[in-house]
């Protein structure tokens, strides 16, 4: 009898895939850490809280050194920034947010003011 070859060439592929699902799946607990989450278009402040990031514009309730209230007709979140808000900020002028959900808030990766001006924050880092 001769030995099949069917099993062997099947199997390939499908060991494939599953290898690499499973380099790409990684632990849930880094994959939070690193995860980049960025929207095409801005989305409703709860919504991205809801998601664990993208992007919000609205107007800033509250300002602080390195902290602003941003609200939309959806709601309002706190966004934190590493160092000092960028100058040009001001409570009641439209602002636009990219960052990823943290401590019931945002920690910004991206603002983009009133004058279309891009700010990146220092990157943020889990050490806190």
Do not use: C, Y
Not at 27 to 34: I, L, M, V, Y
Not at 48 to 73: E, F
């Amino acid at each position: 009898m001769r030995p099949s070859t069917t099993l062997p060439v099947l199997a390939a592929p499908v060991l494939a895939a599953a290898f690499a699902a499973f380099l790409l799946s990684g632990t849930a607990d880094a994959g939070e850490r690193h995860r980049t989450i960025q929207a095409a278009s801005p989305q409703p402040v709860a919504e991205v809280l809801r998601t664990g990031g993208g992007t919000v514009s609205g107007s800033v309730a509250a300002l602080g050194v390195n902290w602003m209230t941003v609200q939309d007709d959806s709601g309002r979140t706190d966004v934190r920034v590493r160092g000092a808000l960028p100058e040009g900020i001001a409570q009641g002028a439209p602002i636009t947010v990219t960052g990823r959900a943290r401590k019931g808030g945002l920690m910004a990766s991206e603002i983009i003011l009133a004058d279309g001006s891009l700010h990146r924050p220092s990157r943020d880092h889990d050490d806190d």
